[in-house]
Nanobody
């Protein structure tokens, strides 16, 4: 089992920045790709960015050039640096970890990000 705990959410004005963190614990040796997803009110959960254990990244078009995903494998922590934030970025942000063995991914409980205009 893997436990994921997000932190760093909050209320920021448009144009501002936030840095989200996700601390992983438990069977961390089983983690392959990690990612950030978000869910805005009344909308489906969507991919924000993913990163493989080797550091290969993938971003949603809506955040390219503004968000940066990174991970510290030694510290078992995933990060999301968010710059030039927009009101449309308002959502609950979730951390996700996939296992080398496959199966259902692990999810954190989420952290709320609110961007005021």
């Amino acid at each position: 089992q893997v436990q994921l705990v997000e932190s760093g959410g909050g209320l920021v004005q448009a144009g501002g920045s936030l840095r989200l963190s996700c601390a992983a614990s438990g069977s961390i040796f089983s983690i392959s790709t990690m990612g950030w997803y978000r869910q805005a009110p009344g909308k489906l959960r969507e991919l924000v960015a993913t990163i493989t254990r080797g550091g290969k990244t993938n971003y949603a078009d809506s955040v390219k050039g503004r968000f940066t995903i990174s991970r510290d494998n030694a510290d078992n922590t995933l990060y999301l640096q968010m710059n030039s934030l927009k009101p449309d970025d308002t959502a609950v942000y979730y951390c996700r970890a996939d296992s080398w063995a496959g199966g259902m991914p692990y999810w954190g409980k989420g952290t709320l990000v609110t961007i005021s205009s």
